[in-house]
């Protein structure tokens, strides 16, 4: 069968972001919008003639139309082997373990990650490469280009593939195999941790868990694993049933939007252990009895007790963290004497440290964690992570996180999130504060309770990859203090609406006697700061964050 060549026009509005093309259902509803973005992709590749490609996504709505419409164009384009997962499912861990399995070319991931779903919700696309993980800035630059100059995109007229069961069928000459999307990955999860230990803590009838998939893609992940394969009881997964439009919730694990994990977490006969992932599986979010671990503190447990876990006995040979992310795994990282290194925000810039060897784990303060298994962040393996440490050091998850304050200090730290504000003020506050970077060192600013902080350095952070000496510039202002506390400001860039002021706050507590306050409490006085070095309420117009996490 010949592929024709449909004639389009290009869309000013496809760059991608932080984690590919994420936009509005309705935007990609137009006519042509994803194709054009789709061909972009192809147009910007080399050398996959009769290659294999993995698609699939976190099931949200629009995913269905969508897949279908990638593998005609996979097929016109010349793939020889599309592998999707049942229904168009798969987690995006998964599909980057699948990738790699599999030595595909690459892979196309539906997702808009932790964003609402639905008709009037988000969708999102984006291309991961031959090592399972996000495409790097040289390849999302060379996608975008093309999106700018395209004038016609290649697809096939073939009826729709049946997705619903496994087994191959041919669109053109490419074949397209449907897969379990959870058997691979499930096995993989096997190979790193004690299944048996977290086997006996969970089945043994003292120890409680609580998973809550936000009825989004995890739920079968997590019931294949939690509860079939290491015992937990029925019930255990709660959201379980992937849902289109995430059950109309706001599928992003944090205190704010896992509202019923929460509850049950601070209620008065609270499981042992809570968690939950997002809309595409990537994200975590660990809870003890009535605590709330951080994803800063989450990293560095993981990093001080990865030998626990069988897969990483031999000990982790570097960690990394992106820049907002605390400083808290870089104290584990010098206790070990293995490096540390400080990337921007987004994952596809740690796949270069992972490739070469140069670190083991990996972490966001966003709720992302994950190793060198795959090349995405993995919300079921750091769940697996913590279980593993929990049955092997029989402490709850509140002991082993204040041992390891005591041990190692506290990095108090939160990320205040002003959403939907409008595009030019946050625009211009950003650029008002780099503007003021080379007066700010040496400045002294005082808050109401009377104390005085001083800024030592001032910069907007430019990060050299080790491995490829590719410069990004331009990822986010960091503001440090006298005392070793910061601030860092920078817009999302995942947001479909408006614009997200994130700003990230953090100071450093040695003493354990202090390592109880609150965490609001304790970055008072930098939040104060915050706002009179960028104006955020006068600019913004809000008195409060969206979101603080
Ligand atoms: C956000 C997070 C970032 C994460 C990304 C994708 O990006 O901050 O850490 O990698 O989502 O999950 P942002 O919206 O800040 O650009
Ligand atoms: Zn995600």
Sequence with gaps: MTSRQVSTQPFDDQKPGTSGLRKKVTVFEQPHYLENFVQSIFDSLQGFAGQTLVVG?????????????????????????????????????????????????????????????????????????????????KITDAIFANTTSITRYLTLDTPDVPLDAPGTTKVGAMAVEVIDPVADYAQLQQSLFDFPAIRALLSGGRFRFCFDAMHAVTGPYAREIFERQLGAPAGTVINGDPLPDFGGGHPDPNPTYAEQLMATMFADDAPDFGAASDGDGDRNMIVGRHFIVTPSDSLAVLAANATLAPGYAGGISGVARSMPTSAAADRVAQALGIACYETPTGWKFFGNLLDAGKVTLCGEESAGTGSNHVREKDGVWAVLFWLNILARRGQSVEQIVREHWARFGRNFYSRHDYEGVDSAAANGLIADLRAALPGLPGRVLTTTSGATMTIASADDFAYTDPVDQSVSRAQGIRIGFADGARIVFRLSGTGTEGATLRVYLERFEADPARHGVETQQALAGLIEIADQLAGIRARTGRTQPTVIT
């Design 57 to 137: 996504g976190d099931g949200r709505y629009h995913n269905d139309r969508a897949i279908q419409t990638i593998l005609r164009m996979a097929a016109a384009n010349g793939f020889g082997r599309v592998l999707v997962g049942q229904r168009g499912i798969l987690s995006t861990p998964a599909a980057s373990c699948v990738i790699r399995k599999n030595h595909a070319y690459g892979g196309i991931i539906l997702s808009a990650s932790h964003n609402p779903g639905g008709p009037d919700g988000d969708f999102g696309i984006k291309y991961n490469i031959a090592n399972g993980g996000p495409a790097p800035e």
